[in-house]
């Protein structure tokens, strides 16, 4: 356990956020942020219906360097000061986590530093831990626009895959469903608007692995059915986009707490003497006040808290890699300068690879 406060800078360029924070962590584990800055791509990507690679890199390598001195600014911090500086290293697009990682590496040396590499799905599983106590163990569900998965959270570095999905991340699919009726990118929040007014009883969607024993997900069967009942629609009215996005979100609501429900089961088979765990809900589709009903129904139900972060701290950001660095330095765990970048990571050692999930290059 540490004995002073550690303060780290976080930078995260694994999809289309560039971002840089700074924390502070208590020797008692509590964690103050000191600056949260990001800056999203969303409109440079949003011409192409998704994020391109090489457009994020290069706009990474031109952004990065104001948004780490304003993220040290806000913070009223030095580089002498620092503890570490942390980056997410993988899982995501190569390109840009090259240009963070290079760019801390850089930061390490030229100040005698450690450097911290952090999984990106790190950085989401130990965000609570930053905004209040939460002990060990608990049960994450992770759903952005690259992972849909549940974890059990046993401590730093330590974690186990329940479920993931075999296809399509969540937030992936609703992107595709808006673009299939002619919403604009990113289309979450837009097919949640068009639900709210539309009959979700008028098509009747799959709901994709209900009933089944493991834990995993699956979205791309869900997501050709839209494509066919679209298709066969022809040109359409404001309504039918309206009861297509409510049909789509009941179709999501059923299956995800049909899911949900089999992870607790399991989460609690692992922990039969937690008390009272904690569900976490993180990524952006935990914005989704639909699906929220849901998390918190199935929590009440088991017994469990839910918390779900703030979107400003479910999202991509540099606090949340940062507050991973920290709580790896206080367990002593430092990586060399020689570090790798990596596309694909798996958060726990022992998933095998589940054909199909996290593609390569994929959103985090
Ligand atoms: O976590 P995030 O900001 O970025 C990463 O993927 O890392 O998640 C973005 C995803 C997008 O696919 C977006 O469409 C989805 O989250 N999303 C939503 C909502 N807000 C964002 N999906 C459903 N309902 C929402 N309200
Ligand atoms: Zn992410």
């Known amino acids: 356990m540490a004995e002073a406060p550690i303060h780290i800078l976080g930078i995260e360029t694994s999809c289309d956020e560039t971002a840089a924070g700074v924390v502070r962590r208590a020797p008692d584990g509590s964690g103050v942020i000191l600056s949260n800055v990001v800056r999203s791509q969303i409109a440079d990507h949003a011409p192409y219906g998704g994020v391109v690679p090489e457009i994020a890199a290069r706009a990474h390598v031109t952004l990065l360097d104001p948004i780490?001195?304003?993220?040290m600014a806000e913070a009223?911090?030095?580089?002498?000061h620092l503890d570490g500086i942390a980056a997410t290293a993988g899982p995501g697009l190569l390109g840009g986590v090259i240009v963070g990682l290079t760019m801390a590496k850089a930061i390490?040396?030229?100040h005698g530093k450690p450097l911290i590499a952090v999984n990106h799905l790190e950085g989401h599983a130990l965000t609570p831990r930053l905004l209040g106590p939460c002990p060990f163990p608990y049960l994450l569900l992770?759903?952005?626009?690259?992972?849909?998965?549940?974890?059990?959270v046993d401590g730093v570095g330590r974690y186990r895959r329940l479920g993931t999905t075999i296809d399509d991340a969540l937030g992936e699919a609703f992107d595709k469903v808006a673009k299939l009726v002619g919403l604009g990118f990113p289309g979450g929040p837009q097919v949640e608007l068009q639900a709210r007014r539309g009959d979700a009883r008028r098509f009747d969607f799959p709901r994709p692995l209900k009933g089944r024993k493991d834990?995993?997900?699956s979205f791309s069967g869900l997501k050709t059915a839209v494509r066919e009942t679209v298709e066969k629609l022809g040109a359409l009215s404001q309504q039918d986009v309206a009861d297509v996005c409510a049909g789509f979100e009941a179709a999501v609501a059923e299956t995800l707490s049909d899911r949900l429900d089999r992870a607790i089961a399991a989460f609690r088979d692992l922990h039969p003497d937690a008390a009272k765990p904690t569900l976490i809900v993180a990524g952006g589709v935990a914005a989704n006040a639909t699906l929220k009903q849901i998390f918190e129904r199935s929590a009440t139900e088991h017994g469990f808290q839910l918390i779900v972060p703030p979107a400003a701290l479910c999202t991509d950001n540099g606090a949340m890699i940062a507050w991973a660095g920290a709580e790896r330095l206080a367990l002593g765990l430092i990586d060399d300068l020689g570090v790798a970048a990596r596309a694909r990571w798996p958060l726990d050692r022992v998933s095998l690879p589940v054909y199909g999930s996290g593609k390569l290059g994929a959103k985090a």
């Open 142 to 152: 992770l759903i952005s626009g690259g992972h849909t998965q549940f974890q059990s």
């Open 108 to 110: 390490a040396l030229a």
């Open 215 to 217: 834990c995993n997900l």
């Open 68 to 71: 780490v001195r304003q993220a």
């Open 76 to 80: 009223n911090f030095n580089f002498a």
